[in-house]
């Protein structure tokens, strides 16, 4: 039986890594947590949801043949990540991280460490464009003195009253984004700083002097990192069993 790699994905990098995958003696199967519904598909075997924790995951490491795993999952899903070191050491093989750069602030930008923080500084009355996501709304809808608008990729029902929702896939242009922005009367763009390729939206609000507040990218776990996909390619271009 032939041993594979697995890649951790649910980003444009894994989908790359994917598209770029060829080795002489492994091969690729793709992991995605099933979250988004009609993922496009990837052009390798692919399984889809949770292992069930770092035990779980172990054990399905060691029931596939894997060789090595690449964790091309987003900076904030830190679970999967820290789960994956772990069942890496636990099984003996190596994971390596392909791990973005953050974005350099620019124009009226503030940065924080969690979203409580973060919600606690907006100003009174300001409009706010949410591109967080579905976590922490809580935190957000209690400063009940502020209006939300939330992009979303899938609607989300069931909001608070100061929380509006707007369905929206990317990518989005930069025209786009500035309409957006202007359209709601924004005050202030929240987004998680996410790193890699750089959005339209940060470059409409500073072209709109809107403020950006953004939430940290937090440390990753894993000690082998890669910042581009080639870099990865090759370094399992230089794996062999
Ligand atoms: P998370 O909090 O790190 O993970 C929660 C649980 O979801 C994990 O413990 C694991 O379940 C399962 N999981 C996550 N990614 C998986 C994968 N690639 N394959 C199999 N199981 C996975 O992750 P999240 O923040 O909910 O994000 C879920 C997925 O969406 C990630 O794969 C990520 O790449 C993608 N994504 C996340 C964000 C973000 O802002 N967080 C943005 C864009 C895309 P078990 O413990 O049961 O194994």
Redesign the pocket.
């Known amino acids: 039986m032939t041993w594979s790699v697995l890649l951790?994905?649910?980003?444009a990098e894994?989908r790359e890594f994917a598209e770029r995958f060829q080795h002489p003696n492994l091969k690729l199967i793709a992991?995605?947590?099933?979250?988004?519904r009609d993922p496009k598909p990837y052009p390798c075997d692919t399984?889809?949801?949770?292992?069930?924790?770092?035990e779980?995951?172990a054990e399905w490491i060691e029931q596939n043949r894997i060789a090595a795993i690449i964790d091309?999952?987003?900076?904030?899903?830190?679970?999967?990540?820290?789960?994956a070191h772990k069942a890496a050491d636990q099984t003996g093989i190596l994971c390596l991280a392909l791990h973005r750069a953050q974005w350099e602030p620019e124009g009226k930008w503030r940065e924080f460490e969690d979203a409580r923080s973060l919600a606690a500084e907006l100003p009174t009355k300001s409009r706010v464009f949410l591109t967080?996501?579905r976590?922490e709304l809580e935190t957000f809808s209690a400063r009940t003195d502020v209006g939300f608008t939330l992009r979303s990729i899938e609607p989300i029902t069931d909001l608070p009253n100061n929380i509006k929702d707007t369905v929206a896939r990317p990518p989005f242009s930069l025209e786009g984004e500035i309409a957006t922005l202007e359209e709601a009367c924004i005050t202030h763009l929240v987004t998680?700083n996410?790193g890699g390729a750089r959005p339209a939206k940060l470059k409409a609000a500073h072209t709109l002097g809107i403020e950006i507040f953004s939430l940290a990218m937090p440390p990753t776990p894993h000690r082998l990192t890669a910042g581009l996909v080639t870099e990865a390619l090759n370094w399992l271009d230089r794996f062999r069993l």
């Open positions: 951790l994905g649910g980003t894994a992991s995605l947590a099933g979250v988004t399984r889809v949801g949770g292992f069930g924790g770092v779980a995951m091309a999952t987003h900076p904030f899903a830190t679970q999967i990540s820290v789960n967080t996501g976590g998680k996410a």
